[in-house]
């Protein structure tokens, strides 16, 4: 049974989420402020879902611990705000939903949140896609990749974070130099369209104005 913790001030909201997830055959912890949760925090949990707009301070100030038990996290919010959303994913979130939400919503982003990359010391794989970590190579439906060194590493970043949503900041800060000039938002685009040229079209797949996560 996967262990959910549940960040959530709105008590009434809390307890239907509590009571719809218990029925699911999860098990949920929950909490009304960011005192109660930086308590409560611990390894044993699989799923954070975080309303970020807390009474005593705002909860993206949780990520680092939750990130340090290796705690997967869903914001919610009430601000469908795309630079407040991707404050919060930059901040490690690997997902998140805004207020108001269906119940069946919420739980069908637990499973994909939860759904996770099968993993040994040689091999990740995930869907149709394996890493080879002994030839440091790709392979999509037993086929080679021939992929340049940063297209492998943009795709091992994302088979190791599944259903992970990656900013367009994240990912350009991460892999290039943005001082430099020939750097720009077209030079991540022009590489996820190389990686899927190689690969299929759908396997990163495009959040609309916030960035890309492989699912």
Not at 30 to 50: G, H, P, R, V
Not at 98 to 117: G, H, M, V, Y
Not at 124 to 131: G, P, R
Request: hydrophobic share 40%.
């Amino acid at each position: 049974m996967k262990k959910i913790i549940l960040i959530e001030d709105d008590e009434i909201l809390s307890s239907g989420i509590e009571s719809y997830l218990s029925k699911n055959d999860f098990k949920v912890e929950t909490c009304k402020s960011f005192e109660e949760a930086k308590i409560k925090i611990n390894n044993s949990f699989d799923l954070a879902i975080l309303d970020i707009n807390l009474p005593d301070r705002d909860g993206i100030n949780l990520m680092n611990t939750l990130r340090e038990n290796n705690v997967r996290v869903i914001i919610t919010t009430v601000k469908n705000d795309e630079k407040f959303i991707v404050r919060a994913l930059d901040s490690g979130a690997d997902d998140y939903i805004t207020k108001p939400f269906k119940l069946s919503i919420l739980r069908a982003r637990i499973d994909k949140t939860l759904r996770t990359a099968l993993v040994n010391d040689d091999f990740i794989s995930f869907k149709d896609l394996v890493l080879n970590n002994k030839e440091g190579s790709f392979y999509y439906k037993d086929k080679k990749l021939d992929l340049t060194s940063l297209e492998f590493q943009v795709m091992k970043l994302f088979i190791n974070n599944p259903n992970r949503i990656f900013t367009r900041d994240f990912l350009l800060d991460r892999f290039w130099d943005r001082r430099e000039k020939f750097v720009n938002d077209n030079t991540l685009t022009a590489t996820v369209k190389r990686i899927r040229d190689k690969s299929d079209r759908d396997i990163i797949k495009t959040i609309r104005g916030i960035g890309y996560r492989m699912d």
